[in-house]
């Protein structure tokens, strides 16, 4: 199971959380985790390239954490960036509640 777990202050999203392995398939032909993978390094791209945030993330086998500052989570870019993942992850894993799943913590 991957669970996607959004971050939000004051209604901005702050970065998500993405942990474990959907299980869906074998490791190498598992098509959800491929596009929950895709998704996910989309958000480390426009960062890092597009957006030029440093130290924003922390990567490991089956663990992805991506969290800005409340500063830089104002950014328009930033919010466009983050809510175009958050529908892209929700239309991915629509139908898969077995393998992955989708939250939304206020902190």
Same mark, same amino acid.
Do not use: P, R, W, Y
């Given at each position: 199971?991957?669970?996607?777990?959004?971050?939000?202050?004051?209604?901005?999203?702050?970065?998500?959380?993405?942990?474990?392995?959907?299980?869906?398939d074998?490791?190498?032909?598992?098509?959800? !985790? !491929?596009? %929950?993978?895709?998704?996910?390094?989309?958000?480390?791209?426009? @960062?890092?390239?597009?957006?030029?945030?440093?130290?924003?993330?922390?990567i490991?086998?089956?663990?992805?954490?991506?969290?800005?500052?409340?500063?830089?989570?104002?950014?328009?870019?930033?919010?466009?960036?983050?809510?175009? !993942?958050? @529908?892209?992850?929700?239309?991915? %894993?629509?139908?898969?509640?077995?393998?992955?799943? @989708?939250?939304?913590?206020?902190?």
């Open positions: 199971m991957t669970k996607i777990t959004f971050f939000k202050k004051n209604d901005l999203i702050t970065g998500f959380e993405i942990s474990g392995h959907t299980g869906k074998e490791i190498g032909k598992d098509l959800l !985790c !491929c596009q %929950i993978s895709t998704i996910a390094q989309l958000a480390v791209v426009g @960062l890092k390239e597009i957006a030029k945030v440093e130290e924003f993330c922390e490991s086998d089956g663990f992805l954490k991506i969290l800005v500052n409340f500063k830089n989570a104002q950014k328009n870019d930033i919010q466009f960036l983050f809510k175009t !993942c958050f @529908l892209s992850f929700q239309s991915v %894993i629509q139908g898969e509640k077995k393998f992955a799943k @989708l939250e939304v913590k206020n902190v």
